[in-house]
Antibody, heavy 118, light 111 residues
Framework: QVQVVQSGAELKKPGASVKISCKTS????????MHWVRQAPGQTLEWMGW????????KYSQKFEDRVTFTRDAAATTVFLEVNNLTYADTAIYYC???????????WGQGTLVTVSS | QSVLTQPPSVSGAPGQTVTISCTGF?????????VHWYQRLTGTAPKLLIY???KRPSGVPDRFSASKSGPSASLVITGLQAEDEAEYFC????????????FGTGTTVTV
């Protein structure tokens, strides 16, 4: 069965960077793009962008394109999210999700809480 | 970034029917593709509940149904159960030049 497992919670200081991993299994890794979505406290879900698991190409939401990098390791069937220059506003749960047909997100990771605090 | 608008909360007694709306679909905004719905139980990851306006993935109970017409979509839960208490999000795709995924503002269902 499809599994999407993310790395654990992170506590970072303002200005630091964070890198989150998302390990997938149960499907052919290079068939579907992987997306990143976050939810800050009291906010709705925000789509951050996607990474092509086949080519490594990326598409970023305009809000995040300056500070966010998506990468993937096809051999490890894992994708990564790195956020640079963290601010308090980046405190959120970050989710990875497997894309599918008709622009839906079919399988989600359990979420990674990133807390930015001095 | 455009968002889809949902009521912040709805509530109902066990066995009742509740409806969650999701508005903001229009060709002028670029959000005119199919709608998908997700359920997030407290402390868990979102789960795909409905896709392509009204289709249920395998394993989703048929008390969950949905429709889309014009500028709005709706998720209906009939025979409300305690385990349906969760946050629900609609989601679509903006097919304008910068094409991106858009989410609804989220609705908390209280049973």
């Amino acid at each position: 069965q499809v599994q999407v497992v993310q790395s654990g919670a992170e506590l970072k200081k303002p200005g630091a960077s964070v890198k989150i991993s998302c390990k997938t299994s149960g499907f052919t890794f290079t068939t579907f793009a992987m997306h990143w979505v976050r939810q800050a406290p009291g906010q709705t879900l925000e789509w951050m962008g996607w990474v092509s698991t086949a080519s490594g190409n990326t598409k970023y939401s305009q809000k995040f394109e300056d500070r966010v990098t998506f990468t993937r390791d096809a051999a490890a069937t894992t994708v990564f999210l790195e956020v640079n220059n963290l601010t308090y506003a980046d405190t959120a749960i970050y989710y990875c999700a497997r894309g599918s047909y008709s622009y839906r997100l079919e399988y989600w990771g359990q979420g990674t809480l990133v807390t930015v605090s001095s | 970034q455009s968002v889809l608008t949902q009521p912040p909360s709805v509530s109902g007694a066990p066995g009742q029917t509740v409806t969650i709306s999701c508005t903001g679909f229009a060709s002028s905004t670029g959000i005119s593709n199919g709608v998908h719905w997700y359920q997030r139980l407290t402390g868990t990851a979102p789960k795909l509940l409905i896709y392509n306006d009204n289709k249920r993935p395998s394993g989703v109970p048929d008390r969950f149904s949905a429709s889309k017409s014009g500028p709005s979509a709706s998720l209906v839960i009939t025979g409300l159960q305690a385990e349906d208490e969760a946050e629900y999000f609609c989601q679509s795709y903006n097919s304008s030049l910068n094409g991106f995924f858009v989410f609804g503002t989220g609705t908390t269902v209280t049973v």
